[in-house]
C-alpha cells in the first residue's frame, strides 16, 4: 500500500527510569516524506520515545534510521549529523542570546562540516516564519509563547534535517497560533522534510498526519492511517470526543 | 604617601591586575562551559613562563615529555572508544592530533637551536607546548566525569592541581627563573617611569581580552560555547557536542594561562608553585563576578590587583589576607542579593 522508502524504525523499543519501565516494546516507522503522529494521554510516554530516538536516553530495542542500526552509543550530537532533528517539549532556546544567533547555531553541525550556506537557510526560514525576522535582534528569552516555539522549529530547520521530531509543538499555546504551527508542519512535508509529530492534541494531530499511533501507558494501543484512526470509536470516545480531554 | 609612590603603586596594581583579569575571565569561561571550578588555571603561567624560560636556556623544555605522554593516554582512550563504536575512520583524525602532532612538535625543537631564535618565535613554540596540555588535560581528567556534580569536578580540579605542581617541581626544578624583557628600558613620564614591559603587559592583556570579546560575539565557535553555558541539551540538539566545547573552553584557558605567565615573567620571578597563589588572586576576581559575569570578574580582577598593590604599601605582611579577606564580603553581598539557585544547569 505504501513504498515509499523507511526513514526512521523502531522494534520492539523499551526505555526504563531506573526500575520503572516508562515505554514497552514500542514499534513504529516512519516512511519519507511521511507526517507520522504520536498521540496519548500524558505520561503515556511519548517525550521519552522522542528522547530515546534522539539518543537523550538509552533504550532497549532497534532503532534503525535509512536501514543503519543506531545503536545507545551513537550520540545525540552525530544523531544531529544524520539528519535527525528534535524540538523538545521545553523548547531548550539559548535565551540570552538573539533570534538571529539561536538560528544560526541550528546551522552549527553544519557549518562544523564546511557546509557554510546558513545564510540562505536563515532566509528560508524567515519565509516560512516571517514573525522571527521582525524579532531578529531580539533575546529569545523575551519571546511570546507562539514565537518562540516557530524559533524552535526554525532552529531545528536550520539544521536541513530529514526527520523533524516535534514535541507537544502546540503545548500552551493560543488556538491561533496552533492553527499556523500545524499549517507550518505541513507545509514541511511539501519541503522534503518528515515529520514525527508528538502531541496530545489529537484533533490537530490526526488533521495533518499520515498514519498515526496511539500510544497509552507506555505501550502502542493503537495504529493507522490517521483518517482511520480519526474515525475510530475508541480514539473519539478518549481523544475526540466531548467528553475527551481535547 | 606621596603622590609619586601612589603612581608607582597604581601602575603595579593595574599591571597585576590586567593579569588577574586575564585569568578571571578564563576561569568564568571554563566554569560556564563545563561547571568546573579550574584550580589548574595558575598552573599554567607557571608552565608558560617557566617553558619560555627553558626555551631560551636552550634546554628541550620538559614540559614536552607531558605533552607526549597524555597525548599518547588520549590516543589510547580515544582509538578504542572509536573501535567500540565500530567508527574506525575517525582513527586517523585521533592519532594526528594526539600524537602524530606533538611527535612533530619534538622534532621541531629538536632541529632548531632554541636559545638562538627570536623572542617571538620562543613564545610561538612555548605555546605550542604548554596549550595542548588544556584540552589533554580536559580529555582525561574531566571528559569521563563530566555529568559529575560540580563538587567532584571540583576535588577533581584540586587532584590535578597537585599533581601539576609536583610535576613542575620535577620539571623546572626549586629554582625560580626571569626572562628577558620583549623591550628593555622604561618610559619616562617626568613625575614616573613606566617600564616598556609594563606597556606589553596593558596592551596585550586589552588585545586578549577585545580578541576574546570578538569571539564569543562573532564566531558561530564562540557563540556555540555560550550556548553550552546557557542551555546544554539545546546545544547538544543542535549538534554542539558537550566534549567539544569542554576542550575548546580549557583550550582557551591554558592559552590565557600559559600567555599571562609569558608576559609576567619578565617583570617577576616565577617558580614552579607560583602560579596558584596568582590563579586564586584571579579567582576572586572571578567570584565577585558570580563566576558568570565576565565584565564584572574582569572589574573584580582589577580590583583585586590595585588592593593587593596598595595593601602591600600600609600592611605589606597582611597583603595576602587582606586580598583574600575580600572574598566574605563579596560572599555575603552576593547571598543576600541574588537569588539563590540549586547547582547544576
Redesign the interface.
Known amino acids: 500500500m505504501n513504498s515509499k522508502p523507511i526513514l526512521l524504525e523502531a522494534r520492539d523499543l523499551s526505555v526504563s527510569y531506573g526500575k520503572v519501565e516508562a515505554l514497552h516494546k514500542v514499534s513504529l516507522r516512519i516512511r519519507e516524506g511521511e507526517i507520522v503522529t504520536v498521540i496519548g494521554p500524558n505520561g503515556a510516554g511519548k517525550t521519552t520515545l522522542l528522547s530515546c530516538l534522539?539518543g537523550?536516553l538509552p533504550g532497549r530495542g532497534e532503532v534503525s534510521y535509512v536501514g543503519r542500526p543506531l545503536g545507545n552509543?551513537?550520540?545525540?550530537?552525530e544523531r544531529?549529523?544524520l539528519g535527525l532533528?528534535?524540538v523538545?517539549e521545553k523548547?531548550?532556546?539559548?535565551?540570552?542570546?538573539s533570534v538571529e544567533?539561536n538560528l544560526?547555531?541550528?546551522a552549527?553541525?553544519r557549518?562544523?562540516r564546511g557546509q557554510r550556506d546558513y545564510g540562505e537557510t536563515m532566509q528560508e526560514v524567515y519565509g516560512i516564519f516571517p514573525r522571527l525576522k521582525e524579532r531578529a535582534g531580539q533575546m529569545a528569552g523575551t519571546l511570546s509563547g507562539g514565537e518562540r516555539q516557530m524559533l524552535a522549529m526554525g532552529?531545528?530547520l536550520m539544521?536541513k534535517p530529514r526527520l523533524l521530531m516535534l514535541d507537544e509543538p502546540s503545548l500552551g499555546l493560543a488556538p491561533l497560533i496552533i492553527r499556523e504551527i500545524f499549517r507550518t508542519v505541513s507545509r514541511l512535508r511539501e519541503m522534503g522534510v518528515s515529520v514525527l509529530l508528538v502531541e496530545q492534541n489529537a484533533r490537530a494531530a490526526l488533521q495533518v498526519a499520515d498514519f498515526g499511533y496511539v500510544l497509552e501507558t507506555g505501550e502502542v494501543s493503537l495504529e493507522g492511517p490517521s483518517a482511520e484512526l480519526a474515525s475510530d470509536p475508541r480514539v473519539i470516545e478518549a481523544y475526540l470526543g466531548l467528553g475527551g480531554k481535547h | 604617601m606621596d603622590f609619586q609612590i601612589a603612581l608607582l603603586l597604581g601602575q603595579d596594581g593595574l599591571t597585576n591586575g590586567a593579569i588577574y583579569a586575564l585569568l578571571a575571565l578564563a576561569l568564568v569561561l571554563v566554569f560556564a562551559v563545563t561547571r568546573v571550578i579550574f584550580i589548574p588555571q595558575g598552573e599554567f603561567v607557571a608552565y608558560g613562563a617557566l617553558t619560555l624560560a627553558m626555551l631560551q636556556a636552550g634546554k628541550l623544555p620538559a614540559t614536552l615529555w607531558l605533552v607526549l605522554a597524555l597525548g599518547a593516554a588520549a590516543a589510547v582512550l580515544d582509538s578504542a572508544q572509536a573501535l567500540?563504536?565500530g567508527a574506525s575512520r575517525r582513527l586517523p583524525r585521533i592519532l594526528a592530533v594526539n600524537l602524530a602532532a606533538p611527535l612533530l612538535l619534538w622534532l621541531l625543537l629538536a632541529s632548531v637551536d632554541l636559545a638562538g631564535l627570536p623572542l617571538l618565535a620562543q613564545i610561538v613554540l612555548t605555546l605550542a607546548i604548554v596549550v595542548p596540555l588544556g584540552p589533554l588535560i580536559y580529555r582525561l581528567a574531566y571528559q569521563p566525569i563530566a555529568e559529575a556534580s560540580v563538587l567532584m569536578l571540583l576535588i577533581v580540579s584540586v587532584a590535578v592541581h597537585v599533581v601539576l605542581i609536583g610535576l613542575g617541581l620535577l620539571f623546572f626544578g626549586a629554582e625560580g627563573t626571569r626572562t628577558p624583557a620583549f623591550t628593555d628600558g622604561a618610559l619616562d613620564l617626568g613625575s614616573t617611569t613606566l617600564q616598556y614591559q609594563t606597556l606589553w603587559i596593558l596592551a596585550s592583556s586589552a588585545l586578549l581580552i577585545v580578541a576574546l570579546y570578538a569571539f564569543f560575539g562573532r564566531t558561530?565557535y564562540g557563540?556555540?560555547l555560550?550556548?553550552t553555558a546557557?542551555?546544554r541539551?539545546?546545544?547538544?540538539?543542535?549538534?554542539?557536542?558537550t566534549t567539544?566545547a569542554g576542550k575548546l573552553s580549557f583550550t582557551l584557558a591554558a592559552l590565557i594561562g600559559a600567555f599571562s605567565g609569558i608576559l609576567i615573567s619578565p617583570i617577576t620571578t616565577l617558580y614552579y608553585d607560583s602560579g596558584f597563589l596568582i590563579g586564586l588572586k584571579g579567582f576572586v576576581g572571578a567570584i565577585i563576578g558570580g563566576l558568570a559575569s565576565y565584565p564584572v570578574a574582569a572589574a573584580g580582577a582589577l580590583l583585586v590587583g590595585f588592593l593587593e598593590s596598595y595593601s602591600s604599601f600600609y600592611a605589606s605582611a597582611y597583603k595576602e589576607v587582606i586580598v583574600f579577606t575580600l572574598i566574605i564580603p563579596v560572599l555575603l553581598w552576593r547571598s543576600l542579593t541574588s537569588h539563590h539557585s540549586e547547582e547544576d544547569e
Open positions: 534522539m537523550l552509543d551513537f550520540e545525540v550530537e544531529v549529523g532533528t528534535l523538545p523548547r531548550e532556546l539559548f535565551a540570552d542570546m544567533d544560526l547555531l541550528g552549527f553541525d557549518y562544523r532552529r531545528a539544521a | 567500540r563504536h558561530i557563540k556555540a555560550r550556548a546557557l542551555n541539551t539545546g546545544a547538544r540538539l543542535m549538534g554542539i557536542s567539544m
